[in-house]
């Protein structure tokens, strides 16, 4: 299954390790952003060019890599794959955590990593589409409140009724060169300037 190349940042504390999903990742065709052994590394490189997957170790010297996924996620979403001996995966389970898409058991193998990757990747892309919907649809409803207030005001002041008012603003807009939700926003404005008078 083809896929594009994705920038990738690796973190392991065991340097053999490291190596062998370095190799993988680039075997796959992707290309490694940078290879660190420590949490705040990871952390550090993440924040300074934002990779689009992260696979992780668990356990490293200073703070492990589900702390350092959840901190860099708190920031901005970064999907995540954990890798991680048999006798962590309980750890990993009782993170519930949505960037931390899949967990691979060492030793990683490249026919193991790909089908990961390519699943995390599309999650990702999905979880990312429902985000800007969510906020889209926020958007859409405060525009929607602004506009009815701004035609409550026009009804009011220029004795108007619901479906007038409502052209009204459209026409001010098109007047202007505006768009109807920043028509509106002036129209309020407008209206608690003269109220402070």
């Known amino acids: 299954m083809i896929m594009e190349s994705l920038r990738i940042l690796i973190a392991h504390s065991n340097q053999n ?3 062998t999903i370095n190799n993988a990742v680039s075997t796959l065709g992707h290309t490694v952003m940078d290879a ?9 490189c ?18 492990d890599g589900i702390r350092a996924l959840t901190l860099i996620a708190s920031e901005t979403p970064v999907p995540g794959i954990i890798v991680t001996p048999k006798s ?3 750890l990993v389970e009782t993170a519930a955590l949505d960037h931390i898409m899949a967990w691979l058991v060492e030793p990683i193998r490249t026919v193991d990593l790909a089908p990961a990757i390519l699943l995390v990747h ?25 506009i009815e207030q701004a035609k409550g005001i026009l009804m009011k002041s220029a004795g108007l009724d619901e ?15 505006i768009r109807l939700i920043e028509m509106a926003q002036a129209v309020i404005h407008a209206e608690d300037a003269i109220d402070l008078k």
């Open 17 to 19: 390790t490291l190596t």
């Open 122 to 146: 599309r999650r990702a892309q999905e979880f990312a589409e429902l985000r800007k919907e969510n906020h889209d649809l926020r958007t859409a409803l405060v525009d929607r409140k602004t």
């Open 46 to 63: 993440s924040e300074s060019n934002r990779p689009d997957l992260v696979i992780s170790g668990v356990k490293m010297p200073d703070l």
């Open 163 to 177: 479906g007038e008012a409502f052209k009204r603003l459209q026409k001010m807009a098109s007047r202007k060169r």
């Open 88 to 90: 962590d995966l309980e």
């Open 36 to 44: 660190v052994v420590t949490g705040e590394a990871l952390i550090k």
